[in-house]
């Protein structure tokens, strides 16, 4: 994977993208990298230093919960989903991206600044 | 450990969820066409750093901490393995603070903090009876009547129950084809062991029907069926004889249940352990027995739980005084105070256990300021390694934790030295306490005592650690890295110039308190006793039941005795006396009658004794007569009764006037001694109370007239008296096999006995202030060594500029003298503050006694200008060329 074409993550977001995506059904640490990287078209690359401190991170958390399973060829699989808490702390997570996003759209377009309430 | 598994478990999985992943990067690979060796190294390079990543999945564990420390121990260890001296002193000082704190710990915990071997021990009490009448009369030792007892149990509600306790020092149990021995007994109620909740270890205790049936049962201490019956279990059912008596052994204590502890002061002889349990309606010797209005009873009771000790003691008030109204006569001025039984036992031991704790803590202080500025010292040298730790990025909270991971393994392995140490003090202690302390016996290095050892050691660490520490996070790395050692130099010399010098004014209190106990020990000793110690043998020759032993044989007993060993060769004086020493504190009396004198007020009374003597009682003792004669043999039951006295009473009474001829009556509330006794000699005081108490007022009275038991033998001889102790023993043992003999050892050892409590007192205190001035040497020179290396480059400078050797060595020993002589003037205050604390512990100096205080003083003196003075020396010898090239 070329280098260029990574984006860094904003601090704090991943957490986010790891709710997120667990929000579609329980998956192993590899599948949640995927689905970030399938899901952001190729630009979202999540490295594994930051994922699995994050993914335990959350664990101990108790956003996520985590399981053992056995996968086809008879490998024990560690898969994670979401909790009740998890899902919650999602739906503050979405509300705090959204002003996080309007914040830094407001600064980038300031002539629209007076409109806002 | 649980921690340890669990991170192990969490460390297996995070590897296989790693593995995991990489395995499914690499088959994703391959299936897009990869070759299995590209696929790998794709993988892994995608992955990045796999050590990396389970490190910052690990940290988010939040065991980090925990790994931290592990680094720090190892790199403490490496610390203290590389400067072995610091750490060998280090260790020895911190081991002998703590070893001194854990071994008194041991002691106070065995004697007064550990609970009592009975069920909920708390809830026991005494009752004690408290009498308002003039010594003479009054009951002194808390006893009751048998009468008082049963209206007690009948009219108590606080109580769950009452039992009584009766310890005879009298009692003799032999048992058939052995040596008598003397055994202490205890008279109780039936429901004695019931109330103290202990259950008997073979057979059972005693009922009510064995009261009821006047039989003759006896239940045995675990200490006497080890010894009498070797522990079998048939001792239950088999008879001991008590005065010739078969009792049949009912049942046999635990080995924990000791109870009353310590068989009291009878006739001035502490006799052991009550070993032995009987009902209380069997005395041998008194039929009438418990219900003898004279027989007097020591009271136990278990509080209901619900109840408090005030609600308790108000309830015993009510009955006390009700009780005086019903019988007038006799409980007119009796009171019942409820006290903890556990105050009962060992409340006498809280004050000088108490001292002695303050004593050790007092050493522990010392040796912490000692430490720490030994640490101080230590952390100057050590700046730069810190400095460049926090360059390189660890955070001052990191080498704080560091420094104090050190201090505290070092206070550890200190902790463990100490508790080393204690085990050896505690058997000394033990061995050489002079007074019987009830459960001293039963101190042991136990869990408690670890757990007390090593919480202290904790602290210390901590406490000494902090001052390097504070140090550190105080100064500036960038400073010390630019600048070097001198920046935090003077501001550590200052602080540890204050521990110095607040370990100096300890030091003064405890050497200036050690001074006071030490002189007044020396003091003791020089005190003429009154007779002349050396050369006398003392034995005791008890008659087995003395109550029921006629006079006339008694009196048989001693004639022969004193005819028989005057014969040996060798003896040059033999006598008997009731009583030698009357060390108890002795109560106020005063005559009967005293012919051509009026009865004396109650208020000017003083101590008065009186004793019965035989044969040359003072002739063996060399007391002087001086004036009259000495008893003869033609003083006997038919003639008039004379006396002897000393010149106390004779200043008594008849001040400037002959006493001989005079004539007196004894004070007895019970009506005896009511004939005219004359006056025939007057002999010279003897300090029978005790050597540091004031002679009293004694009456001599002769066997052969009075007819009572004179179980104590002098012999006076020319040659060493324990010589001869075999061949005394067995004449006296052949006179009357009736007879008992025990406490044979030299008058020389009566008096160090005497002064035992004393010895022991100026021989700890004397240990403790070898030991701080020791400290306060090692302190000094540890300050003054690393202040002197601080400073050559300024040294170099000052010679440089003509500064002699002298000079330089006066500087530094002035700057030294600076902090001993504030700590010594703190001391000194607080040192007379501590000895009017002890002052009712001196005799013959006063607590501001000027040997003591200015002795201590120049000690430490002196102390403080040897440690410097060499460290100074060196600093005069440093070549100024290489001094001011030393940066």
């Not at chain 1, 689905?35 to 991170?57: F, K, M, T, W």
């Not at chain 2, 009876?129 to 008082?148: E, K, L, M, Q, W």
């Amino acid at each position: 994977m070329p280098y260029q074409n990574r984006m860094e993550l904003l601090q704090g977001t991943l957490d986010l993208l790891i709710l997120q995506t667990l929000m579609w059904g329980a998956r192993h640490g590899y599948g949640i990298a995927q689905a970030i990287r399938a899901n952001s078209g190729e630009l979202l690359q999540v490295d594994a230093g930051s994922l699995y401190p994050a993914l335990h991170r959350l664990e101990k958390k108790k956003w996520i919960g985590a399981e053992w399973k056995v996968s086809e060829n008879k490998q024990d699989v560690k898969v994670y989903k979401l909790t009740a808490a998890g899902r919650k702390r999602l739906t503050q997570e979405r509300t705090r991206w959204e002003q996080i996003k309007d914040a830094i759209a407001g600064v980038l377009n300031p002539a629209k600044k007076e409109n806002q309430p | 450990m649980k921690h340890w598994w669990n991170w192990r478990k969490r460390s297996d999985e995070l590897e296989k969820e790693i593995q995991y992943h990489l395995q499914m990067a690499e088959t994703e690979r391959i299936e897009r066409g990869a070759s299995q060796n590209e696929a790998q190294a794709g993988a892994r390079r995608e992955f990045g750093n796999v050590g990396l990543v389970k490190e910052l999945a690990r940290d988010t564990w939040g065991w980090r901490w925990l790994e931290q420390i592990g680094q720090d121990l190892r790199h403490g260890a490496r610390i203290l393995r590389k400067n072995p001296g610091f750490t060998v002193l280090a260790v020895l000082i911190l081991g002998l603070g703590i070893g001194a704190n854990a071994a008194v710990f041991s002691v106070l915990h065995a004697v007064l903090l550990r609970p009592l071997p009975y069920r909920n021990p708390k809830q026991l009490m005494m009752l004690w009876v408290t009498d308002s009448r003039p010594h003479n009369f009054a009951v002194t030792d808390g006893s009751t009547s048998y009468r008082d007892f049963l209206e007690w149990r009948r009219q108590t509600h606080v109580f769950e129950d009452l039992a009584i306790f009766y310890k005879r020092g009298w009692s003799v149990v032999t048992l058939t084809g052995e040596e008598p021995e003397k055994v202490q007994g205890a008279f109780v109620s039936a429901n004695f062991f019931a109330l103290m909740g202990v259950q008997p270890l073979l057979g059972h205790a005693f009922t009510e029907e064995d009261l009821q049936r006047r039989e003759r049962v006896v239940v045995l201490s675990h200490g006497l069926w080890q010894s009498r019956f070797g522990g079998s279990l048939e001792a239950v059912g088999s008879d001991i004889y008590i005065y010739g008596k078969a009792w049949r052994v009912v049942g046999v204590m635990p080995p924990q249940f000791r109870f009353p502890f310590l068989a009291g002061n009878w006739e001035n002889h502490v006799e052991g352990e009550v070993q032995l349990w009987v009902p209380l309606t069997t005395n041998p010797s008194d039929e009438s027995f418990p219900s003898d209005p004279s027989a007097r009873f020591q009271v136990v009771a278990r509080l209901s739980p619900t109840v408090t000790l005030r609600a308790a003691q108000a309830e015993m008030d009510t009955i006390a005084a009700r009780l005086a109204v019903q019988y007038p006569d006799s409980d007119k001025t009796l009171g019942v105070q409820v006290r903890l039984l556990s105050e009962y036992i060992s409340g006498e031991m809280h004050r000088p256990l108490m001292l002695l704790s303050l004593c050790v803590l007092l050493v522990l202080l010392i040796a912490c300021a000692n430490l720490a500025t030994l640490f101080l010292a230590r952390g100057v040298t050590r700046a730069r390694e810190l400095a460049v730790r926090a360059a390189i990025g660890a955070t001052r909270w990191r080498v704080i934790r560091q420094l104090l991971t050190e201090s505290v393994l070092l206070a550890i392995i200190g902790g463990g030295v100490g508790v080393l140490l204690a085990g050896p003090a505690v058997h000394l202690i033990v061995a050489l306490s002079p007074i019987s302390v009830p459960r001293l016996d039963e101190t042991r290095i136990d869990p408690a005592v670890l757990i007390f050892s090593f919480s202290v050691a904790l602290l210390c660490g901590l406490g000494f650690g902090l001052a390097p520490a504070r140090r550190f996070s105080a100064s500036d790395p960038h400073e010390l890295l630019k600048t070097g050692q001198q920046i935090t130099a003077s501001s550590t010399f200052r602080m540890q110039g204050l521990l110095v010098g607040a370990q100096f004014a300890l030091s003064l209190v405890l050497l200036a308190s050690a001074g006071l106990l030490i002189r007044s020990f020396v003091e003791v000793l020089a005190i003429d006793p009154g007779f002349q110690p050396d050369h006398i043998l003392t034995i005791r020759a008890q008659f087995t039941n003395p109550d029921a032993t006629p006079p006339a044989r008694m009196a048989d007993y001693y004639q022969r005795a004193w005819e028989r060993l005057r014969e040996i060769p060798g003896v040059q004086a033999v006598g008997t006396a009731g009583n030698i020493f009357f060390l108890e504190e002795n109560q106020n009396h005063a005559l009967r009658q005293v012919e051509g004198h009026p009865p004396e007020p109650v208020g000017s009374w003083t101590p008065l004794v009186w004793t019965q003597i035989s044969g040359d009682y003072f002739r063996a003792l060399a007391i002087p007569l001086l004036e009259g004669r000495y008893f003869t043999p033609q003083d006997g039951p038919g003639s008039p009764p004379v006396a002897i006295i000393n010149q106390t009473l004779a200043k008594r009474y008849w001040p400037g006037e002959d006493p001989i001829g005079k004539r007196l009556k004894g004070f007895d509330p019970r009506g005896r001694n009511d004939e005219w006794v004359t006056v025939v000699g007057l002999v010279a005081d003897m300090r029978s109370h005790g050597l540091e108490r004031a002679p009293m007022a004694e009456i001599y009275e002769v066997q052969a007239q009075r007819g009572e038991a004179t179980p104590n033998l002098v012999v006076r001889t020319s040659a060493d008296p324990m010589q001869l102790a075999p061949t005394i023993r067995s004449i006296l043992r052949s006179l009357d096999k009736g007879v008992i003999l025990s406490s044979i050892t030299s008058m020389q050892d009566v008096l160090h006995e005497q002064t035992a409590a004393r010895r022991f007192q100026a021989w700890l205190m004397g240990l403790f202030s070898a030991l701080v001035v020791l400290l306060a040497a090692v302190g000094v020179y540890g300050v003054m060594h690393y202040f002197v290396t601080q400073r050559i480059p300024e040294i170099g400078v000052r010679m440089a500029f003509g500064a002699s050797g002298n000079d330089i060595v006066s500087m530094f020993v002035r700057r030294a003298m600076r902090f001993a002589g504030a700590g010594l003037a703190v001391g000194l205050v607080l040192a007379l503050w501590s000895g009017s604390l002890i002052k009712r512990m001196l005799f013959g100096v006063t607590n501001s006694d000027p040997v003591s205080f200015l002795g201590a003083l120049w000690l430490l003196v002196l102390v403080a200008l040897f440690a410097t003075y060499f460290p100074a020396c060196r600093a005069s010898r440093i070549d100024p060329m290489v001094a001011l090239r030393y940066e």
